[in-house]
């Protein structure tokens, strides 16, 4: 059933009225599927007892006058239903994007520069002035040799120590290590309106949905399960790039799952 038919149903029109509960509409769901399965397919065409107009009326929910009132509202919003889904454009029931969040480079350079060549330039090599070298001892005036004794040789001069170089400076330490680039995945969906035997769905019979996604060539899946029939859109984050694959199923309050959607995706 498509999404505009269901927002005419009887039943929930009555809902949204304010007539009847979504509880006693759920009552009298059960009730007319009880009865189908007791007078079967062929009867129901043509009973119109069997509907869920007169059902909700049997069980003292609405009186006739209501019910006849609802029946006029429903064939006009029918109507309008009809020439708006001729009006518009088909929509995917299923659509997803990548959004690529890149971490920046700014505060990175920056602080290679600053504890990157920053405290080399501090230090200039030509600033550095070496220690003089130190004078050389006179030589001592030799003494005069005492007669017949020869005179002795003089001593020689020291050589001077070498003068110390300037002094290293130091190896810069290694810079940050560069960001890796992660990226986030949005999923929107419908909220789906029919089982796949064909039977209508009603909103509180839907317990919520599960996404399974996995980069390909893995072989493992990661689940998420979203526990709100009203939800229709989701996000997936810190994915790296690569292509994906990404699936998604609706589950009832019985825990029954419908097949799963399957979508692959590429994330730069």
């Keep these: 059933m498509k999404k505009s038919e269901r927002k005419t149903r009887l039943g929930d029109l009555l809902v949204k009225r304010g007539a009847i509960t979504p509880a006693q509409l759920k009552l009298a769901v059960h009730e007319q599927r009880r009865l189908r399965l007791l007078v079967g397919d062929a009867v129901y065409d043509d009973d119109k007892s069997l509907s869920l107009g007169h059902i909700l009326c049997d069980m003292g929910?609405?009186?006739?006058?209501?019910?006849?009132?609802?029946?006029?509202?429903?064939?006009?919003l029918r109507k309008l239903a009809i020439v708006f889904a001729i009006l518009a454009p088909l929509l995917s029931p299923f659509q997803a994007f990548a959004a690529k969040v890149s971490a920046s480079s700014d505060d990175v350079i920056t602080e290679q520069v600053i504890t990157g060549s920053g405290w080399q330039n501090m230090i200039d090599t030509d600033d550095v002035t070496a220690a003089p070298e130190p004078a050389p001892a006179p030589a001592p005036d030799p003494e005069p040799a005492p007669e017949p004794t020869p005179e002795s040789a003089p001593e020689t001069a020291p050589e001077p120590a070498p003068a110390p170089g300037p002094e290293p400076a130091p190896e810069p330490g290694p810079g940050p290590e560069p960001d890796v680039n992660v990226a986030s995945l949005s999923l929107s969906w419908s909220i789906p309106d029919s089982r796949e035997s064909g039977e209508d769905l009603a909103l509180y019979d839907i317990g919520g949905y599960e996404i399974l996604f996995k980069k390909e060539g893995e072989s493992l899946f990661t689940s998420e399960i979203i526990n709100d029939a009203q939800v229709t859109e989701h996000q997936l984050f810190n994915l790296e790039p690569g292509a994906y694959e990404v699936q998604l199923a609706s589950f009832d309050n019985e825990g029954l799952y419908s097949r799963y959607s399957t979508l692959h995706i590429v994330v730069n």
């Design 61 to 76: 929910f609405i009186d006739q006058k209501l019910l006849t009132k609802t029946l006029k509202r429903q064939a006009r």
